[in-house]
């Protein structure tokens, strides 16, 4: 029982290149998230997904796309990078959102150049 | 709208002494109230909630939080830190629309 993964761990961009970030859930959670940390800032909700075929706007949608694949999976995907989206992404999951705990991954850290 | 305000960006604390963070959040309408920990390089994870009942909620390694609905606040203490508890912790709340609204964090600097 892997909990949630993410991959890759750590990426470095140059401006202006794409890239997808990858989170998947062994915990037959419904509802699935997307976060960036920024120091001082706490956790900003960019995506979330509350059910499986289904995906929302949070605080901070602006500059990336997301994926719910299935069940399991929920992909970030940025089209052109920029330095203002060097951050370290979260990606969550919990059974229904709001009242259940949500179970979080590692973590990627990413660098815009 | 919800917000949420962790007072203390750190709070430095000698080993085996007690220790409050503070959280207040913005509205005295039902919410759920969350505490999570964050050791250094991972993810986070839950120490602590409160749904309804009793407004002393116990959470793992020792840690307590008391849901004050007049004081809109939702503190976080320990009796007595160790070293292992460095950490970051962050309070959440669930507003009405079930988004988890969080606060910036506090860093917890455990001193020898």
């Known amino acids: 029982n892997a909990g949630v993964t993410q991959t890759p761990k750590f990426q470095v961009l140059k401006t202006g290149q794409s890239m997808t970030l990858q989170c998947a859930q062994d915990m037959n959670h419904n509802s699935m998230y997307w976060y960036r940390q920024d120091p001082g800032m706490g956790l900003r909700l960019i995506y979330y997904s509350a059910s499986e075929g289904t995906t929302d706007k949070g605080e901070v949608p602006n500059g990336y796309n997301v994926s719910r694949l299935n069940k399991r999976e929920f992909s970030l995907r940025l089209e052109s990078a920029a330095p203002s989206q060097t951050s370290v992404y979260f990606c969550?999951?919990?059974?229904?959102?709001?009242?259940?705990?949500?179970?979080f991954g590692p973590g990627t850290r990413l660098t815009v150049t | 709208a919800q917000s949420v305000t962790q007072l203390d960006s750190q709070v430095p604390v000698f080993e085996e002494a007690p220790v409050e963070l503070r959280c207040n959040y913005s509205?005295?309408?039902?919410?759920?109230l969350f505490w999570y920990v964050q050791y250094p390089n991972q993810g986070l994870q839950l120490l602590l909630k409160y749904l309804s009942g009793s407004t002393l909620v116990k959470g793992i390694n020792g840690f307590e939080a008391e849901f004050n609905k007049s004081q809109t606040s939702f503190h976080l203490r320990k009796p007595s830190v160790h070293i292992s508890d460095t950490a970051e912790y962050f309070c959440a709340v669930s507003d009405s629309n079930y988004q988890l609204i969080w606060g910036a964090g506090t860093k917890l600097i455990i001193k020898p």
């Open positions: 969550a999951s919990s059974e229904i959102r709001g009242i259940n705990e949500q179970y």
């Open positions: 509205s005295s309408v039902s919410v759920y």
